[in-house]
């Protein structure tokens, strides 16, 4: 009923514009120049009209409508498609006389595909630019629905269908049709980049890569504005294509536009505009620039080398010492490494902490060309835990331990096994040492006259006296504080009071006297003449191997017993106190 229909149809442009082609090509055909009746209206213009608007929403809801159809009627709704939906729901209330619900479902999905197309369309030259950059880099991953989108110029649309749109190129679409003007530019940028991209994901396996590679350059330059700004332009934009250059070699389609998701939203959150940052990039790409960078590769790789052949050097010959004597104040008079540079002569090379923090430091430099070498992870694992275990022997020699002191510790680079079970021992001796040291200090008056050193000292000259050595005048000087007058009759009464009341100073009576006679010999036994009494010569440190079979622990248990105990020397310093005359106050 062409009178019921009109009322819709007249809301449709389609239907308007073939009425008029309709009519158009009626008058024509007959060269009609008057009025034409209802009748004619109705049966030449309406009806032909009517049935074509039909059958081509028929075609399109079965999706069997041709491209170029679409091309031809809807191409003016390709960035408004909800126009197209409005008008289609015109058609077909005056065609089916239904209400809208009734034909949703398929109305829905049609218009995603029309959708779609449309996008394809638009995404045509976005996606001959994705290939390209696949090609450039060598990507090896499927990029089936861009090569289809991308194949549609070519495309015969007197033949093919609305229903080649699949729910995958649906799904494809939906990424691409968002694609806005940064999003091409990324993909230009990347063109541009090859060179430059593909060339660092060679040199830098992997993010964290990034940071030693731009710390070296830094140290390879001068400190101007000029080439401080250029480090940072070429690590800013190898973190912002980060995702793109260190996944190179697992690319696909899917793949590919997640990456080019994630890098245009870096560069939306930062504060440079997105034009800056990509011209950036392009600048970076420069033939001089990647010139510059192998160069600073090439010292990269010199440094590699030299330090490469350093550590397997280490590793192989390398013996951490920890020394300690009475000079020693500060981890780095603790801490040496000596490594036998060529074991046919016996030639040694020796590195202060210092030194050691330098290959350290080269070490960390040349991570990207070490590759997970063990020899590398190991050292530096090492490293750490034995300056850890220096401090530890360090403070027990501080505080007057005297298992600290005239020692050295060897561990090899080769096989060391026991350095956290020795860190764990020395944190608990350390504290225990200091509880020892806090309780004998309640409980012996007068070995709060010295220091923790000063303590040590004395031990270690009553040790001396043990083996036939002279009581050097530091210790005399400390002896004072006691008693200023003190005597071969003071020392003699308080070794004897040892003697009978300690195991640890178990020497025979001869050794005693031959050292009172000694002293008596020089002439008078007052202090001054001790005075002139000159130090002997120290022995060197005893050299104790550290290794599976042998730990700090077990050292420290088998300890050298001759070091006077703290309660004993605490005895001696009462009876020097004591010896004829007042106590001192």
């Known amino acids: 009923n062409m009178l019921e229909s009109l009322p819709d149809l007249l809301k449709s442009q389609f239907f308007l514009s073939q009425f008029k082609q309709q009519l158009s090509t009626h008058l024509e055909e007959t060269n009609l120049n008057k009025d034409i009746g209802l009748s004619t209206i109705h049966s030449r213009i309406f009806v032909p009209t009517f049935d074509y608007v039909s059958k081509t929403i028929s075609d399109l809801f079965s999706h069997n409508i041709l491209i170029s159809t679409i091309n031809k009627h809807f191409a003016r709704y390709m960035n408004c498609t909800e126009l197209m939906r409005a008008e289609i729901i015109h058609i077909i209330t005056a065609i089916e006389r239904t209400s809208e619900t009734s034909y949703r479902p398929i109305l829905d999905e049609t218009m995603r595909k029309v959708d779609c197309y449309f996008s394809l369309q638009k995404s045509q030259n976005i996606a001959v630019r994705v290939l390209e950059v696949r090609d450039s880099y060598g990507f090896t991953g499927e990029f089936t629905n861009t090569e289809f989108i991308s194949s549609l110029e070519k495309l015969d649309c ?219 992870s190991k050292f530096l694992a090492h490293l750490q835990d034995i300056i850890t275990l220096a401090n530890l022997v360090l403070q027990l020699h501080c505080s007057g331990n005297a298992f600290f002191m005239d020692r050295t510790l060897e561990y090899t680079c080769q096989n060391v096994v026991s350095l956290k079970e020795d860190i764990h021992f020395l944190k608990t001796l350390s504290q225990e040492w200091i509880e020892e040291i806090l309780q004998a200090r309640k409980d012996n008056y007068y070995l709060n006259y010295y220091t923790n050193s000063q303590i040590l000292t004395i031990r270690i000259a009553l040790r001396n006296i043990y083996r036939h050595k002279d009581l050097n005048r530091d210790t005399i000087h400390l002896l004072t504080l006691i008693r200023t007058d003190v005597s071969q009759v003071d020392i003699e009464g308080a070794l004897g009071t040892l003697r009978r009341s300690s195991d640890s100073f178990n020497s025979p009576t001869e050794s005693i006297n031959s050292f009172l006679d000694y002293a008596g010999d020089v002439g008078s036994s007052t202090f001054s003449n001790y005075s002139l009494m000159g130090s002997s010569e120290e022995s060197p440190p005893s050299i104790q191997l550290v290794d599976q079979n042998t730990s700090i622990k077990y050292l420290y248990a088998n300890k050298d017993p001759s070091v006077i105990p703290l309660e004993d020397l605490g005895l001696f310093l009462y009876k020097i106190n004591s010896c004829n005359g007042p106590l001192v106050d």
Not at 349 to 359: A, M
């Open 158 to 376: 007197d033949t093919a269908q609305l229903k080649l749109v699949t729910p995958e190129l649906l799904k494809a679409t939906d990424s691409l049709k968002n694609f806005n003007p940064t999003h091409v530019n990324i993909i230009l940028t990347l063109l541009k980049c090859v060179n430059l991209f593909t060339w660092t994901a060679e040199v830098l396996k992997k993010p964290s890569d990034l940071d030693d590679f731009t710390d070296l350059a830094f140290n390879c330059v001068d400190n101007t504005a000029v080439q401080i700004n250029r480090i940072t332009c070429f690590k800013t934009v190898c973190t912002i294509f980060s995702p793109f250059i260190f996944q190179l070699q697992h690319i696909d389609e899917v793949k590919f536009l997640q990456i080019l998701q994630e890098v245009y939203d870096t560069i939306d959150n930062r504060d440079e505009s997105a034009d800056y940052l990509l011209k950036m990039s392009q600048d970076c790409a420069r033939e001089s620039e990647i010139a510059f960078w192998k160069e600073i590769q090439l010292s990269h790789t010199s440094i590699g080398g030299k330090t490469i052949s350093q550590l397997k050097q280490i590793m192989q010959y390398g013996k951490f010492m920890l020394t300690t004597t009475m000079d020693t104040h500060i981890v780095e008079d603790v801490l040496k490494l000596c490594v036998t540079s060529n074991p046919l002569v016996n030639t040694e090379s020796v590195y202060n902490l210092d030194e050691l923090r330098d290959i350290q430091s080269n070490i960390v430099l040349i991570t990207p060309l070490m590759h997970e070498d063990k020899d590398s």
